[in-house]
């Protein structure tokens, strides 16, 4: 009963904070340098023309009075025009959100194997080699931007030494899968290297934690066999950490997917930002913006949840 | 086992030394002029002239990438310093004083928290425009939430510490407890995050500046070099093989050097 | 009991154990040999660092890393353990061998429910069917005395108490019928009525199914009731072994006459001299590791490393074994302690009648519910009006179990939780309006918690620590020979000075805390169970200081404990807490003597029975089961009414006790009319004996 009603806390922060990273959103638009109208129009646009395309705009009603008619929009799927391709920002903004979750639900699939396997492994060999070594990889992986990896990869595999892969574009499912495949997954690669190596850390030291617990000694000097000891008592104590994890930080695969989309010229909802960005688009600023902060908070949310519903401890509550 | 026996501790050391180095006296160093172009070499392949090579406009490779690294590091720093600034005083009243005032403060990190740091960033540097400031600006407040945090629950592992206790009991001040029993105990932490966060500031820079969002040409650092190196790249490869390697060699052993002070933390108290 | 006929179950022979160290390889072990029967139990005695915890753990197979066996064998009925495959290995332990560990709720897997736990390894072990298993799992928590054992088997185990943890853990161990089993330290940690409710169980279940046991602890008392032979350690060596009952009625060791007679017990005050136990030294290498502590040492004991026989089973590394046996103890050693006591300010000393240094009045707090909406009445008081108050000069004995609110008191006491009711007046100021405290207030109330050590700083050296208070409270800097005074006084070293704490032993990190509370030369001393987690001559040595103390400077001390036999050492008055609500308030006789609250009744009972000492015909175990307490009592009855052996019925549920006053300075709030309590006790109660002056034989 109680879990009920913290999970309805939950969500009612989870909007709270979505409203706050709205106002954020607009806030920013604000502050922006630069007259919209003038940068449209030209400099030597007529008085006139100003005042039309301004009243036009609804540029000349007040701040709330735009904000709330912004986020009404928005709640009806209306993100408004973008001033720089002269059409409506949402069928753009959905298309391209589409192609970076196929994106990024590639790498995360990427990120849980690998990441789990690595912990696992480093973890039941720790101290050897295979540990020190499989450990030492991964702490390079996390430490180089992936501009950079992006880029070393483009270079080996995409042209380079070997011609593997493409090394930019996008290629539809509907057009062949192995093809599509080819072409997400050096992207996606590079998008799970940093996450991959920071989840297989966690799980290292909470397999770690677990098979240096209490609870597995007396599982072991019950006279199980090891594999029963790992696969009942150590993977379901020292995954819960790693699953939370995985999950909290699909946000930050996100945000690191502006800069991959980059390196591989790949048609997602980074490059439209970059985009926004470069043209001083502030409609469609705020559309991405707002979009890219909602998927973030979301997986938070459910990382939040899962983090809960994992755990007995939180889940029931002691006598 | 002390630290600076570690072997490997010690060589990570050693290299972002010879780094910090380099960017300090890199200007005098460098055999040319980071920005002087020379139509008649561009794009040559390493030799004894340039060490390094050329780019696509003849500018030497090597001042380049010695002047990207005074850049690379200034704003590293001066980054981590803005996010320390802020968050390590609201990390430890957070975690001492407790209550609405941890609540508030948790709160507040939270919001800034709820947008990826890239896009954050992004957005600060549209607003305030893109240079060398407004980039030490923006990644430090996009890391500060991560660093109070940190330092919070660094600090709340040892609030309720019986010392602490013991400390209020006799009738300290809370200015007293915070700086001068909280932070104390809780350094190591807080150094794996200051060593862990330059790494990732410098990271997040690289990345801005190879988007094209932060300091803007002549003035390159590692990550806007690798990106002018993009049409060129496949061709001749030293014009992006430099700068990456630069930047490996300065944030993985950055890394390594968290890990290893993390894992004396550890391990190595009481053992 | 024992069978003698058979050969035993457990040989260990030659045991050495090594650990890897920073100083190279040290042995936690040497040469330690020792022989377990069929249905016997048999108990490893010591301190902590004594390597009895090693000895169970080289049985086990469970050593880890840096731990070795370095010599010895260990055999289970011809097999031998070390040498065994990992799959003979599995078939062991388990099945033949269980072990019962310290900490009963790590040791549970906290994502798995108990039944799950319990049923496990019957799958792997008895070639059972699930629905079989599940029975018998049923069958053993109700063996364990668990009541509604289906609704546990599907329960997790942080939603169960400590108790019940362990009787599960218990459970586990017997689930397939082993022949040996291996109990370490099973109840250190859980609070005495707990504690004597799970040896009432251990007992039973050793009778009914014949159990053998190869028992560790420290806890004397319970050792003497439940094992047949003891082998008590020091070291990594046996010093002594025999039959418990021989042991413990004369011993043939210097440690262990020390370490039996120097704690107090519910028959005697115990105690030795202060001087004798100050030394601590490295055990030497050579002989007798007890030498640099013993009084009785002479050149010989260089060469006494070895258990000599000394007939009928009894064994002794001590070379004047012969003379400790016929010794009896001094009497002028115990009329010595008994001074002590009578050097505190009395009741009708003329200045105990100056106001008392804490005057606790109607004290009222509970937790949680600061805004949100929870509605005040329907949250439970941890302190409920609470009154009573510490004279100048005297020791008050605030007692309860866990969860009782006496460490919310003390709390309260020093402003580390904020108070809703009621006044603290501590020399004319009255704490509880006080959010913060001044300074001048702070260093007259010095408390000392129960995690001592952790209390110092881990950065800071001992003499900043110790020079701390002198800054806070008088502004001023001291010199070094003053540190080094302050701390002659409570016995640490000069050149412990320069060290952090984690270089010092758990006993002097201890007597550094005291040093900085005693430091500031303060009014009150609260002591907030500053005893429980030590070794017996660690409490020993604390206790002769504060008496010490006490008549130096006049201090009042609040001593919060559970431990009874320390607190009928040590105090003057007592107070009784029972769920955040004052049963008793009195001098220290009421825990001898009728009329005594119910309550109290049942403390004495279980620190009595924990010895095998209390009355055969008052049978008061039921009420010390945590399981009868419903999780809301009726909030206007009496609060201990579900657990009183003495309970009136309807009368104890629907009102509110009232308090009876016994002479001038004794409270006493029950439904029973004084007298006629004071009656039924002494009718059901033997005699108490003539405790301070009984000699034991040293």
Redesign the interface.
């Known amino acids: 009963m109680a879990v009920l009603g913290s999970i309805v806390l939950r969500l009612g922060y989870t909007a709270l904070?979505l409203a706050?990273?709205s106002l954020?959103?607009f806030g920013?638009t604000e502050?922006?340098?630069g007259n919209v109208i003038t940068m449209i129009l030209g400099t030597d646009a007529s008085p006139q023309e100003i005042q039309r395309l301004t009243a036009l705009m609804g540029l000349d009603l007040p701040a709330w009075q735009r904000y709330w008619n912004w986020v009404t929009g928005v709640l009806q799927g209306d993100f408004g025009m973008s001033l720089r391709m002269q059409q409506p920002v949402a069928p753009v903004l959905f298309d391209r959100m589409a192609e970076s979750l196929v994106l990024a639900s590639v790498a995360f699939v990427m990120v849980a194997i690998g990441g789990v396997t690595i912990g696992l492994v480093t973890a039941l060999f720790e101290g050897t080699r295979i540990d020190r070594f499989i450990t030492g990889i991964a702490?390079?992986g996390?430490?180089?931007?992936?501009?950079?990896t992006g880029?070393?990869f483009?270079?080996l595999f995409a042209?380079?030494l070997f011609d593997w892969f493409p090394p930019s574009g996008y290629h539809g499912f509907d057009e062949g899968v192995f093809e599509a495949l080819r072409h997400l997954f050096l992207p996606a690669f590079t998008l799970s290297i940093v996450l991959a190596a920071y989840v297989g850390r966690i799980t290292r030291t909470s397999t770690i934690d677990a098979l240096r617990?209490?609870?597995v000694?007396?599982?072991?000097?019950?006279?199980?066999?090891?594999f029963?000891v790992i696969c009942?008592?150590v993977i379901?104590?020292a995954f819960?950490p790693t699953v939370t994890v995985l999950f909290m930080n699909i946000?930050?695969m996100?945000?690191?997917i502006?800069?991959v989309e980059?390196v591989f010229v790949f048609p997602g909802i980074g490059r439209l930002?970059?985009f926004a960005?470069?043209e001083r688009d502030w409609t469609l600023?705020q559309a991405c913006?707002l979009m890219?902060?909602a998927v973030?908070?979301f997986s938070?949310l459910i990382g939040d949840l899962l983090a809960v519903w994992l755990?007995?401890?939180l889940r029931?509550?002691?006598? | 086992m002390r630290l600076y026996k570690d072997p490997v501790f010690v060589v990570a050391a050693g290299v972002i030394l010879l780094h910090i180095f380099l960017a300090l006296f890199g200007g005098w160093l460098a055999p040319f002029p980071y920005d002087e172009m020379r139509f008649m070499s561009t794009l040559q392949a390493p030799d004894s002239t340039h060490w390094f090579g050329t780019d696509q406009y003849g500018r030497d490779m090597l001042s380049r990438v010695l002047a990207g690294g005074h850049i690379t590091l200034l704003f590293g720093f001066g980054a981590v310093f803005v996010c320390f600034l802020i968050g390590l005083p609201v990390g430890l009243v957070s975690a001492y004083y407790g209550g609405w005032v941890d609540q508030l403060c948790m709160r507040l990190m939270?919001?800034l928290m709820?947008?990826?740091?890239?896009?954050l960033g992004?957005?600060i540097l549209?607003?305030a425009?893109a240079d060398m400031t407004s980039l030490i600006i923006a990644v430090g407040l996009v890391y500060c939430p991560r660093t109070a945090r940190m330092v919070r629950t660094a600090a709340l592992e040892v609030r309720q510490s019986a010392y602490i206790e013991a400390a209020q009991a006799r009738g300290e001040g809370g200015f007293y407890v915070m700086f001068k029993e909280l932070l104390p105990s809780a350094i190591g932490p807080i150094l794996v995050e200051f060593c862990i966060r330059l790494?990732y500031a410098i990271?997040l820079g690289?990345?801005f500046n190879?988007?094209?969002?932060g300091v803007q040409p002549p003035q390159a650092d590692w990550?806007a070099l690798?990106?002018e190196?993009?049409s060129t790249?496949?061709m001749a490869?030293w014009t992006?093989l430099f700068p990456?390697l630069f930047?490996?060699t300065l944030?993985?052993p950055?890394?390594?050097m968290a890990?290893r002070i993390d894992d004396h933390l550890k391990g190595g108290q009481g053992a | 009991m024992r069978d003698f006929s058979n050969p035993p179950l457990l040989e260990v022979s030659g045991l050495t154990v090594a650990y890897r160290t920073g100083e190279g390889e040290v042995a936690a072990v040497k040469d330690l040999s020792l022989s377990l029967f069929p249905q016997e139990v048999l108990a490893l005695v010591g301190e902590s660092g004594s390597g009895k915890t090693s000895v169970a753990l080289s049985i086990?197979g469970?050593l880890g890393r840096g731990g070795r066996v370095a010599a010895g064998e260990i055999r289970l009925q011809g097999l031998d353990l070390n040498a065994m495959p990992?799959r003979q290995?599995?078939?062991?332990?388990?099945?033949r061998i269980?072990?019962v560990?310290q900490?009963p709720a790590?040791?549970?897997?906290?994502?798995?429910r108990i039944g799950t736990n319990l049923i496990?390894?019957m799958l792997?072990?008895l070639k059972v069917s699930r629905k079989a298993a599940y029975e018998r799992a049923v069958g053993l928590l109700k063996e364990v005395r668990l009541t509604n054992p289906d609704a546990i088997m599907r329960?997790?185990p942080?939603?169960?108490?400590g108790g019940m943890q362990q009787r599960v853990?218990i459970a586990?161990a017997l689930a397939c019928d082993p022949e040996l089993i291996i109990m370490d330290e099973p109840t250190t940690g859980l609070d005495p009525a707990t504690e004597a409710a799970i040896f009432v169980l251990l007992k039973d279940l050793r009778r009914r199914r014949g159990l053998s046991i190869l028992f560790i602890s420290h806890n004397l008392a319970a050792v003497r009731e439940l094992a047949d032979r003891v082998i008590v350690m020091y070291h990594g060596m046996a010093v002594e072994s025999g039959g418990s009952v021989q042991v413990f009625a004369r011993p043939a060791h210097r440690y262990t006459s020390m370490l039996f007679n120097a704690l107090p017990t519910m028959r005697s005050i115990g105690g030795m001299p202060v001087e004798i136990m100050w030394q601590e030294g490295r055990a030497p290498m050579q002989g007798c590791p007890f030498r640099p502590r013993c009084d009785m040492a002479v050149d010989a004991c260089a060469g006494a490393d070895r258990l000599q026989a000394l007939g009928d089973g009894h064994q002794s590394s001590c070379v004047r074994a012969a003379e400790l046996q016929e010794r009896a103890r001094p009497a002028q050693q115990a009329a010595a302690l008994v001074d002590f006591r009578q050097e505190g300010l009395r009741p009708d000393h003329p200045e105990a009648a100056a106001r008392p240094v804490l005057e606790v009045d109607q004290l009222v707090h509970s937790y949680g519910g600061r805004g949100f909406g929870t509605l005040r009445s329907s949250q439970r008081r941890s302190l409920d009006e609470v009154s009573f108050s510490v004279p100048r000069g005297e020791v008050t004995a605030l007692i309860g179990e866990s969860g009782s609110g006496k460490s919310t008191l003390a709390r309260c006491l020093v402003g580390l939780e904020p108070v809703r009711g009621g006044a603290l007046r501590f020399q004319d100021v009255d704490l509880a309006t006080m959010r913060t405290r001044p300074l001048q207030v702070a260093r007259r109330l010095q408390i000392v918690f129960q995690n001592i050590a952790g209390s110092l700083h881990p950065r800071k050296t001992i003499a900043d620590i110790l020079a701390r208070p002198f800054r806070l409270y008088e502004n001023r800097s001291v010199d070094f020979a003053e540190l080094e005074r302050l701390g002659h006084s409570v016995g640490i070293k000069s050149e412990l000075l320069r060290k952090r704490p984690a270089g010092l032993s758990g006993g002097e990190r201890q007597r550094v805390a005291l040093a900085r509370a005693f430091s500031s030369d303060p009014s009150l001393l609260v002591l907030d169970e500053a005893f429980s987690a030590l070794d017996v001559s660690m409490k020993v040595k604390v206790m002769n200081l504060l008496q010490q103390k006490k008549r130096e400077i006049g201090m009042g001390i609040l001593l919060i404990t559970h431990d009874l036999p320390i607190v009928r050492f040590l105090a003057d008055r007592v107070a009784v807490l029972y769920r955040g609500w004052l049963c008793e308030d009195g001098p220290v006789t009421v825990t001898r003597a009728p009329p005594m609250h119910p309550y109290t009744e049942t403390l004495m009972w279980s620190a009595l029975q924990l010895e095998g000492l209390a009355p055969r015909q008052l049978r008061m175990e039921r009420f010390l089961d945590p399981n009868r307490v419903s999780?809301e009592a009726s909030p206007n009855g009496c609060p201990f009414q579900q657990r009183c052996p003495r309970s009136l019925g309807a009368l104890c549920e629907t009102s509110r006790p009232p308090r009876q006053r016994v002479g001038e300075h004794h409270m006493l709030a029950c439904h029973i009319p004084v007298a006629e309590l004071a009656a039924a006790q002494a009718q059901e109660w033997p005699e108490p004996e003539p405790a301070d002056t009984e000699a034991i034989a040293c």
């Open positions: 904070i706050c990273v954020m959103v920013v502050l922006l340098p702490v390079i996390t430490s180089l931007p992936e501009f950079v880029t070393v483009v270079l042209g380079g617990s209490d609870y000694r007396t599982a072991r000097l019950k006279g199980l066999p090891e029963q009942r008592h379901p104590n819960v946000g930050w996100v945000g690191g502006v800069v980059a930002m970059l960005i470069t600023i913006a890219i902060a973030y908070v938070n755990n007995p401890r029931l509550s002691s006598n | 939270d919001i709820s947008f990826p740091t890239l896009l992004m957005l549209v607003i425009g790494s990271l690289a990345s190879y988007l094209g969002l990550g690798v990106q190196a993009r790249m496949l490869p992006a990456i930047i490996s944030v993985a950055l890394h390594l890990d | 086990l469970y990992s290995r599995r078939a062991v332990y388990g099945r269980a072990h560990a900490d790590s040791s549970l897997n906290p994502s798995m496990e390894g792997v072990h329960c997790y942080h939603q169960l108490s853990c586990m999780a």
